[in-house]
């Protein structure tokens, strides 16, 4: 059984910092994408950041560009999301996701497992 695993969130304040972290069991995620989403509250979940297992390759959501960093250990089959610089929008759960395909997507639909979520909150 797959399971992902999320971890790291909390309540910070506008300007500061959090790192994410989500370890895989079940499978490994080497070869193929992991990656981030976020959902606030009466909002559709959206794309926040993706990473190849291959090749390191990453993509970001324009919102946080700059901003965020995603990387992961192949051999913890871990994702990890360094979020600076938050914002109170950027205030949403965020789930961890993985897929066994190589291509990166930011469609919930290209993720074939995902996690429980963690509460990420920002105040102003």
């Known amino acids: 059984q797959v399971q992902l695993v999320e971890s790291g969130g909390g309540l910070v304040q506008a300007g500061g910092s959090l790192r994410l972290s989500c370890a895989a069991s079940?499978?490994?995620?080497?070869?193929?994408?992991m990656g981030w989403f976020r959902q606030a509250p009466g909002k559709e979940r959206e794309f926040v950041a993706a990473?190849?297992?291959?090749?390191?390759?990453?993509l970001y959501a324009d919102s946080v560009k700059g901003r965020f960093t995603i990387s992961r250990d192949n051999a913890k089959n871990t994702v990890y999301l360094q979020m600076n610089s938050l914002k109170p929008e950027d205030t949403a759960v965020y789930y961890c996701a993985a897929t066994m395909f190589y291509t990166l997507v930011v469609y919930t639909t290209g993720y074939d497992y995902w996690g429980q979520g963690t509460q990420v909150t920002v105040s102003s």
């Open positions: 990473i190849r297992g291959n090749d390191g390759r990453p």
């Open positions: 079940g499978r490994t995620f080497s070869s193929g994408v």
